[in-house]
T-cell receptor, first 112, second 108 residues
Framework: DAGITQSPRHKVTETGTPVTLRCHQTENHRYMYWYRQDPGHGLRLIHYSYGVKDTDKGEVSDGYSVSRSKTEDFLLTLESATSSQTSVYFC???????????FGPGTRLTVT | KNEVEQSPQNLTAQEGEFITINCSYSVGISALHWLQQHPGGGIVSLFMLSSGKKKHGRLIATINIQEKHSSLHITASHPRDSAVYICAAFYNTDKLIFGTGTRLQVFP
């Protein structure tokens, strides 16, 4: 298995509070991704990174920000959590030339 | 709009049956990714292919570029194959568009 961990694995938080999820890799892959998975939807891209300090938005980026200050860590921040952000969040990594993606175990976030 | 559609959404089978899951996509993909998600949530990469066919154990993935279609086959299905199978297309080299998945249940 690719060395990807996510923390926390489960979190319950209240509406309006800030939340940061962490993705950590030991593979030295250049690309890192944050997705959310909701019933009835496929995995949807929130943000991704193509290098340290290089990030870009995905299709559902509103309400989320990211940071990547070193190769191994990619942080996803919900500045002010809302109930619509209750979801399972997956991190993935990839590297050229194949760009095959490897996924972390997921974080289940509940916003009450 | 770049889309990925899978069929069927749900599939049940008896142990030993041959399974086919279908995926169709819009023009212009560079590669197709098949993933497996078990109950409990972990997502595992099965195949990535841009042409022809790939085989790994009892799993076979094919892609037909002209017809914009890919299939995932499982031979001699087993209850441990029960999972959600996800098709995803690379429309740009570094980003994927995902289908909504096919839920497979294999009964003994």
């Amino acid at each position: 298995d690719a060395g990807i961990t996510q923390s926390p694995r489960h979190k319950v938080t209240e509406t309006g509070t800030p939340v940061t999820l962490r993705c950590h890799q030991t593979e030295n892959h250049r690309y890192m991704y944050w997705y959310r998975q909701d019933p009835g939807h496929g995995l949807r891209l929130i943000h991704y990174s193509y290098g340290v300090k290089d990030t870009d938005k995905g299709e559902v980026s509103d309400g989320y920000s990211v940071s990547r200050s070193k190769t191994e860590d990619f942080l996803l921040t919900l500045e002010s959590a809302t109930s619509s952000q209750t979801s399972v969040y997956f991190c993935a990594i990839a590297a050229p030339p194949a760009y095959e993606q490897y996924f972390g175990p997921g974080t289940r976030l509940t916003v009450t | 709009k770049n889309e990925v559609e899978q069929s069927p959404q749900n599939l049940t089978a008896q142990e030993g049956e041959f399974i086919t899951i279908n995926c169709s996509y819009s023009v212009g993909i560079s590669a197709l990714h098949w993933l497996q998600q078990h109950p409990g949530g972990g997502i595992v990469s099965l195949f990535m292919l841009s042409s022809g066919k790939k085989k790994h154990g009892r799993l076979i993935a094919t892609i037909n570029i002209q017809e914009k279609h890919s299939s995932l086959h499982i031979t001699a299905s087993h209850p441990r194959d029960s999972a959600v199978y996800i098709c995803a297309a690379f429309y740009n080299t570094d980003k994927l568009i995902f289908g909504t998945g096919t839920r497979l249940q294999v009964f003994p």
